[in-house]
């Protein structure tokens, strides 16, 4: 095995790519260290517009309303090595997590999406109070996304806020359809409603790490494959993550994640929101 002098005289650089040890990797992430390991939850939702088939009787609603309950797990696990952006006269650096979903049909069983991709902190610093953080990821729909935003503690209980659920432009009779998938768990016209009701009871710790990301900031972006452009066109993806720490009385602290993310779908002249919400538990 080459020695650490070795590899620098090999690549004509001060740099070798090794993985630090577990302790030091895990500082390196920054505000992703918590997200490390493996996530469940059974409390998801899921609300999309599609394109087919029209509503029987209804020609005038050219789309159908699917909201489904879901389970999901999501393993976070580390790259390892800090990966060199290099540019004139330095060299900055990014760590971060590969992580790996999978979707399931609470009722059905049936599996409901797949996907991997990556979290990154760009900050390579460290300290910073709001730090710079992307999502990237890949859906075999024929989608992929680089999302940014920022990774901020917030103290007190997390501040959940409504999220747009209307089609743009709304059409007379639309709101009824959302209306009518009211479940007691889920409602459509105020979907993260259901990430407050899972936090009742709980005694969330301060402070709250908020992800905040979204493909429309500079840099971002979603790509698709020709024919979900020209079926549902995706073209926009925001996501807010809200990890918290739950005390208990009777029982050890644990670490909660709950999200809301919103894929824009765009057809028939209109653009829908695509949502899901879900909160889940680290095991």
């Known amino acids: 095995m080459a020695s650490v002098d070795q590899l620098k005289a090999a690549t004509g650089l001060d740099i070798v790519r090794l993985s630090p040890d577990l302790k030091t990797a895990a500082n390196e992430l920054g505000p992703l260290a918590d997200l490390l390991g493996t996530w469940f939850g059974t409390q998801g939702f899921n609300m999309i517009a599609v394109p087919y088939p029209i509503t029987p009787g209804r020609p005038e609603i050219p789309f159908t309303l699917l ?3 879901y389970a999901e797990i999501v393993e976070f696990t ?4 800090k990966v060199p952006n290099r540019r004139a006269g330095q060299i900055d650096y990014v760590t971060g997590l590969m992580y790996e979903l999978r979707i399931t049909d609470l009722e059905t069983n049936q599996p409901m999406h797949i996907e991997n991709g990556m ?5 390579g610093k460290g300290g910073e109070q709001r730090t710079p953080v992307a999502r990237l990821a890949a859906i075999p729909h024929g989608d992929s996304f680089l999302a940014l935003g920022s990774a901020l503690e917030n103290p ?14 709304m059409e007379p009779g639309w709101a009824e359809l959302y209306q009518a998938q009211k479940s007691p768990g889920f409602d459509p016209t105020n979907p993260t409603q259901t990430l407050k009701n ?3 009871g709980q005694n969330p710790g ?3 790490l908020v992800f905040s990301l979204s493909s429309k900031e500079t840099g971002g972006g979603v790509l698709n494959v020709p024919f979900v452009n020209k079926n549902a066109d995706a073209t926009s993806f925001d996501c807010t993550f809200w990890l918290e720490r739950i005390n208990q009385q009777s029982a050890n602290p644990f670490l909660q994640l709950q999200y809301v993310q919103t894929i824009v779908l765009e057809f ?4 829908f929101p695509h949502i899901n919400v879900n909160t889940m538990v680290k095991q």
């Not at 580390?78 to 090595?81: P, Y």
């Not at 979290?119 to 900050?123: C, M, Q, T």
């Open 198 to 200: 899972a936090l009742a």
């Open 268 to 271: 028939g002249g209109h653009s």
């Open 119 to 123: 979290w990154l902190n760009l900050d």
């Open 156 to 169: 007190g209980p997390p501040a959940i806020s409504p999220v747009p659920w209307q089609p743009n432009p």
């Open 206 to 208: 301060s402070p709250t």
């Open 78 to 81: 580390a790259i390892g090595a």
């Open 67 to 69: 909201v489904r309950p």
